[in-house]
Every structure is written in structure tokens, then in C-alpha cells.
């Protein structure tokens, strides 16, 4: 039987949102749980899903994709990628290999757009002496942690060891690099970009990036976006 063709774009880390014309793609165990009703309600009756996330449903079209291994799709297959907020969730080897992998995976004159928060922003902010009600402790450091999200103020409390397992193997919650404007244009270019460049929210080569890029949730500062051609 004849697979069909992959889309031309590819969208990493989407979490629920799955638009179209999009090959949508996220490492969460909610790709296979969407596929497998049964298995979910299990796992909300166990506990191993809590039960907030047991009533949100994820689009059943989502491809499961860990992206701290090699990429299953061949040279050239795309003509845009994108990420928002994803790079910060890998330690940067693992998203050196990915740039990489998304170089090998691109088209010639294919676009790679990532968004990630902004180390920059937020030291800036702690210098300020911004404070967040939602910090554990509502001091500027206790606001600087928070935002950067290297790990959770407290230890995860779950009884049930599964689940507790899961986030200790996984782990895919936390930041585990943080990045600014010329650290992450600097991973372009040792992935191989040529010419990367900070772009602004909705400001982009790729083609209706409105129907993709969520400028309520990233506009407003607090993030750095680069974006790259690749080049031969």
C-alpha cells in the first residue's frame, strides 16, 4: 500500500495544536494515549494521568517524534520547519544534533524558524527587580527560577510510581539550556546555517506564519526567535 506524501512542513513540539498543512509532531506519551481511548482512561483511573489532562483530547493525527534521536524522514523533505519553545527542553548537544537533522531534512532554500524564551529578557528583569506572584518565595530570584524553569521548586510528589518514573526517565518538563539572541544564532550556525537572523513575532519567510506562530502567547517580549535558510 502506498503511504501518502508527507507535508512539506514540519511542526515540532505542537502539544495539542495541530494545524493543517502541518506534519505535527510532539515526544509527549498523550500521542499515543489519543490513539489508544481505552489506554487513557486507564491511565486516568490509575493516576498515571492526572486528571486535569485526562479531559484536554489531543488531535489523534499527531506523529509521536523523539527528537533526541536521529529524524526518520528523508534528505530534503522539507520546506519549512518550525518550534516554539522546544529547544530550551533538550541539553544543547541534543539541539545541535537536531539543528543538524533539520539541515539534512530540509530542502535547499527551506526555512528553520525556532522561538525560545529569552535568557536575555529575563536577567534583565531580575536586574530590575521584577517580581511574580506566581514564584514560589515572590522575590526577583524566586521570579528568575520560575522563569526559567531549570527545575520545579518542588520534587515531584506522585504516590504512584509509574508516573513518577515516567518524569524521572523523561523528564521532557524542564529547561535544561537556555539560550539569547547570539547563543542561539550561534547553534544555527555550528548546526550549519550560513546566515541565521533574529526575526520578530510574525515576521517570517514562511509562507502564513500566523496560521502556525501563537503571537498572543510569545509577543510581548520574553522571547528570541532565529530563523535560517538552508543554503548548499
Keep these: 500500500m502506498n503511504r501518502p506524501p508527507l507535508p512539506e512542513q514540519l511542526h515540532l513540539g505542537c502539544g495539542r495544536f495541530a494545524p493543517d ?18 489506554m487513557r482512561r486507564v491511565a ?8 486535569e489532562h485526562s479531559a484536554q483530547p489531543w488531535p489523534d493525527s499527531i506523529m509521536h517524534l523523539d527528537l533526541r534521536r536521529p529524524l526518520p524522514f528523508p534528505d530534503d523533505s522539507f520546506t519549512a520547519v518550525y518550534a516554539s519553545h ?32 529569552d535568557l536575555a529578557y529575563y536577567v534583565a528583569c531580575y536586574q530590575r527587580g521584577v517580581v511574580s506572584p506566581r514564584a514560589a518565595g515572590h ?21 504512584f510510581w509509574p508516573r513518577k518514573l515516567y518524569h524521572l526517565l523523561l ?4 529547561h535544561k539550556w537556555c539560550y ?36 498572543k502567547q510569545i509577543g510581548g517580549g520574553g522571547t528570541v526567535i532565529v530563523e535560517a535558510e538552508k543554503r548548499p
Design 180 to 215: 539569547d539572541r547570539d547563543s542561539l544564532l550561534a547553534l544555527f550556525r555550528e548546526a550549519g546555517f550560513a546566515q541565521p537572523e533574529e526575526r520578530a513575532v510574525l515576521d517570517s519567510r514562511i509562507p502564513a506564519i500566523d496560521r502556525i506562530e501563537m503571537a
Design 44 to 51: 486516568t483511573w490509575t493516576r498515571m494521568l492526572p486528571q
Design 171 to 174: 523528564d521532557y518538563n524542564s
Design 21 to 38: 498543512g502541518w506534519l505535527n509532531t510532539d515526544g509527549s506519551w498523550h500521542v499515543w494515549l489519543a490513539r489508544w481511548p481505552l
Design 86 to 117: 522546544l529547544l530550551e527542553h533538550l541539553y544543547r548537544s541534543e539541539a545541535l544534533a537536531l539543528l543538524q537533522e533539520l539541515w539534512r531534512c530540509c530542502r535547499p532554500g527551506g526555512i528553520v524558524r525556532m522561538a525560545v524564551p
Design 139 to 159: 522575590s526577583p530570584a524566586d521570579t528568575l527560577m520560575h522563569r526559567l524553569l531549570l527545575q520545579p521548586a518542588t520534587p515531584l510528589t506522585s504516590r
